[in-house]
C-alpha cells in the first residue's frame, strides 16, 4: 500500500514540474564591448494565453536584473523555441551572469548560471 502511495506521489510531482518553464540553452554573442546579443531557449507546457512561458530576464551576479525579454504570446506548438535580446548591455566588468525565465502559473525558474569568462 506504501509502495502505491509514494509511486502515485513521486508521479503526481513530476507531472507538476513538467509545467514549470525550464532553460534549456543559452548561447551568448559579445556584438561589441558591453552589448550582447542572448539566445535563450525555453522548453515549457504552454497550453494558452492562461498558461504560457511570458518571458526571460539576465541578472547580473547581485540577483538585479539587468535586461528582460518578454514573450507575447504562448508557443504551444512550438516546443522547445528560442528568442533572442539583442542589443543587451551587461557590464565588462561583470564575470558571472543568471538568466531566469518566467510562466504565467509557477512563476519563476531555477536560476541559470552562465560564467563570461567562459564565453
Same mark, same amino acid.
Given at each position: 500500500m506504501y509502495k502505491l502511495l509514494i509511486m502515485c506521489l513521486l508521479l503526481i510531482g513530476q507531472n507538476v514540474m513538467a509545467n514549470e518553464v525550464q532553460i534549456v540553452n543559452? $548561447?551568448?554573442? @559579445? @556584438? +561589441?564591448? !558591453?552589448?550582447?546579443?542572448? !539566445?535563450?531557449?525555453?522548453? &515549457?507546457? +504552454?497550453?494558452? /494565453? !492562461? %498558461?504560457?512561458? +511570458?518571458? /526571460?530576464?539576465?541578472? !547580473? $551576479? @547581485? $540577483?538585479?536584473?539587468?535586461a528582460q525579454r518578454i514573450?507575447? &504570446?504562448? &508557443?504551444?506548438?512550438?516546443?522547445?523555441?528560442?528568442?533572442?535580446?539583442?542589443?543587451? $548591455?551587461?557590464?565588462? %566588468?561583470e564575470k558571472l551572469i543568471y538568466i531566469r525565465a518566467h510562466d504565467k502559473v509557477h512563476g519563476y525558474s531555477e536560476l541559470y548560471k552562465i560564467n563570461l569568462n567562459k564565453q
Open positions: 543559452v $548561447k551568448m554573442h @559579445n @556584438n +561589441d564591448g !558591453d552589448e550582447y546579443r542572448v !539566445d535563450v531557449t525555453l522548453l &515549457h507546457g +504552454d497550453t494558452g /494565453w !492562461d %498558461h504560457y512561458a +511570458d518571458g /526571460w530576464e539576465i541578472l !547580473d $551576479k @547581485n $540577483k538585479k536584473v539587468i514573450l507575447g &504570446h504562448p &508557443h504551444v506548438n512550438e516546443q522547445p523555441f528560442t528568442r533572442s535580446l539583442y542589443r543587451a $548591455k551587461i557590464s565588462q %566588468h
